[in-house]
């Protein structure tokens, strides 16, 4: 139990002095924002601060920190250092950079932001990249929530009804104004998901006598390493599972919603870095529950069979702990929490894609019309993909969104190398982009669905080991190279790419 709550404050004193000094390296000016700027009504809303911090939490807390911090206990406490380092030195940072440089770029879309700053090619490939992985993580926020739904409802209304209605809201969420529909309901969803924390927090340490919450171990407590079913190596595995609790490039298509709304760039540490630390504490939460509830300490990690049977974090597995630590009663109010989660993200998801599209092709956004021949298309393809296998688009979405943030990161180290006199202040966003870089490739030669090298045993692990810290050295590099060749080079002046709107 010590560790938890050490790790829950350092989450918090992160916050306060990392968030600091994230913001006084990026430097808020008190310019117009694109909301007081341009507003049209539909995307370019201006809302409160309180809300725009809820609606950016809700967008980024979808199944990730609640299924990948699920998924990732079963490593044992060791995912707690990655939900906490991951969280401050990383994916708050990252989130952070993602939003005040669309806000920057008259709200523009993650993949426009990183055009600009990464190049051409990569402008396309990232236009591209967002709409497929933005279109899974819709299709991800589908599956799950309905799945939970019908554990709550009587059968008739069985996954596929569920499904289709969360389909329907979603079309709403993604073609009205933003304040119509999430601006209304969030912070109402905002109690929920704050209540659900609280409660499986309170039920943990409530039982710690019967499920005590293990301190923090380096030791890898992985089910297959006991009974030899196969060894799953803490890195890369446990670094791409956890994705949304710690680091998520998804978060990078979301901060542009909110981007278009704020009033002030002097509120985006409290909306996008706090938002980020936020659910840090959450998937801390959930992973310190199942670790505990799981958790054999008399079979030497046996205990932990049982969430791997089950297939680690997924709605059985959410439903038995939430039931099992809250009661009959409490149970369904946490369930609803954590349904309420991926909800506001898949309908985001989906909004998020119809904005990329809307840049890319430089369409009118306040004409209802296009905007429905944009969203109708995105969802139908959308209910489409929910029919394949779910773990398998769970493992595909995984890589691709700790690779979209591997990008972004980069593209905020050559924003802030190109755009100050002093080049240091580009350290915190290229050493989390290093490491990320080496994750990435890591797991692209290790991975099943990618190269999967993992499979050769002891050599392929280590060529994929290899392979990994070569590739992040050599991103490194070039960036250093091309970023620093020309220190009086201003990367806004010498662009040529055009951001704005029509």
């Known amino acids: 139990?010590?560790?938890?709550?050490?790790?829950?404050?350092?989450?918090?004193?992160?916050?306060?002095?990392?968030?600091?000094?994230?913001?006084?390296?990026?430097?808020?000016?008190?310019?117009?924002?694109?909301?007081?700027?341009?507003?049209?009504?539909?995307?370019?809303?201006?809302?409160?601060?309180?809300?725009?911090?809820?609606?950016?939490?809700?967008?980024?807390?979808?199944?990730?920190?609640?299924?990948?911090?699920?998924?990732?206990?079963?490593?044992?406490?060791?995912?707690?250092?990655?939900?906490?380092?991951?969280?401050?030195?990383?994916?708050?940072?990252?989130?952070?950079?993602?939003?005040?440089?669309?806000?920057?770029?008259?709200?523009?879309?993650?993949?426009?932001?990183?055009?600009?700053?990464?190049?051409?090619?990569?402008?396309?490939?990232?236009?591209?990249?967002?709409?497929?992985?933005?279109?899974?993580?819709?299709?991800?926020?589908?599956?799950?929530?309905?799945?939970?739904?019908?554990?709550?409802?009587?059968?008739?209304?069985?996954?596929?009804?569920?499904?289709?209605?969360?389909?329907?809201?979603?079309?709403?969420?993604?073609?009205?104004?933003?304040?119509?529909?999430?601006?209304?309901?969030?912070?109402?969803?905002?109690?929920?998901?704050?209540?659900?924390?609280?409660?499986?927090?309170?039920?943990?340490?409530?039982?710690?006598?019967?499920?005590?919450?293990?301190?923090?171990?380096?030791?890898?407590?992985?089910?297959?390493?006991?009974?030899?079913?196969?060894?799953?190596?803490?890195?890369?595995?446990?670094?791409?599972?956890?994705?949304?609790?710690a680091i998520s490039g998804f978060h990078a298509t979301q901060s542009p919603i909110v981007s278009r709304c704020i009033k002030s760039e002097k509120e985006g540490r409290k909306i996008f870095y706090g938002a980020m630390v936020a659910e840090g504490i959450i998937a801390l939460i959930w992973a310190s529950a199942a670790v505990a509830f799981y958790y054999n300490k008399d079979g030497a990690g046996t205990g932990l069979m049982a969430l791997k049977a089950i297939g680690g974090g997924n709605s059985n597995s959410v439903y038995d702990m939430c039931v099992a630590l809250l009661g009959k009663v409490g149970g369904p109010i946490a369930l609803l929490g954590v349904i309420v989660c991926p909800i506001t993200s898949g309908d985001t998801a989906f909004r998020s894609a119809r904005m990329t599209i809307f840049d890319w092709f430089k369409l009118d956004e306040r004409k209802i019309p296009v905007r429905l021949g944009i969203a109708a298309p995105l969802l139908l393809v959308g209910y489409g993909i929910s029919f394949i296998n779910y773990s398998v688009i769970w493992r595909y979405f995984s890589w691709s969104n700790q690779t979209l943030a591997m990008i972004v990161l980069w593209a905020g180290a050559v924003y802030l190398a190109s755009n100050y006199e002093e080049k240091t202040r580009a350290w915190i966003c290229a050493l989390p982009a290093t490491f990320m870089s080496a994750v990435s490739a890591t797991y692209l030669l290790y991975a099943p669905e990618c190269f999967n090298l993992g499979a050769r045993g002891a050599s392929g692990t280590r060529i994929s080991y290899i392979g990994g810290i070569i590739v992040a050295i050599t991103f490194l590099v070039v960036f250093l190279m091309t970023t620093y060749r020309n220190p009086k080079a201003s990367l806004e002046k010498q662009n040529s790419i055009i951001i704005g709107r029509k």
């Open 1 to 245: 139990m010590i560790s938890f709550f050490v790790a829950l404050i350092v989450l918090i004193v992160g916050y306060v002095i990392y968030g600091s000094l994230v913001e006084k390296l990026f430097r808020p000016s008190d310019r117009p924002t694109p909301a007081i700027a341009n507003p049209d009504g539909v995307d370019y809303v201006p809302i409160s601060t309180g809300k725009a911090f809820l609606i950016q939490l809700l967008n980024i807390a979808g199944l990730g920190p609640i299924f990948g911090a699920i998924s990732g206990a079963m490593w044992g406490p060791s995912v707690y250092i990655w939900i906490v380092l991951g969280t401050i030195l990383a994916g708050a940072v990252h989130d952070f950079m993602a939003g005040m440089l669309s806000e920057r770029n008259d709200g523009a879309s993650i993949s426009e932001v990183t055009g600009k700053y990464l190049g051409p090619i990569m402008h396309n490939v990232m236009r591209v990249f967002s709409i497929v992985l933005l279109t899974l993580v819709g299709v991800v926020f589908m599956v799950g929530p309905a799945g939970l739904l019908a554990r709550l409802t009587p059968e008739w209304l069985d996954i596929k009804i569920w499904t289709v209605i969360i389909l329907c809201y979603y079309f709403l969420a993604t073609l009205l104004p933003i304040d119509k529909i999430i601006g209304k309901v969030y912070p109402f969803f905002g109690i929920l998901l704050i209540l659900m924390a609280i409660g499986i927090m309170v039920g943990t340490i409530s039982q710690s006598g019967q499920r005590p919450m293990l301190e923090f171990t380096f030791k890898n407590l992985y089910p297959g390493n006991v009974d030899g079913t196969g060894v799953k190596p803490i890195w890369p595995l446990m670094f791409i599972t956890v994705a949304c609790g």
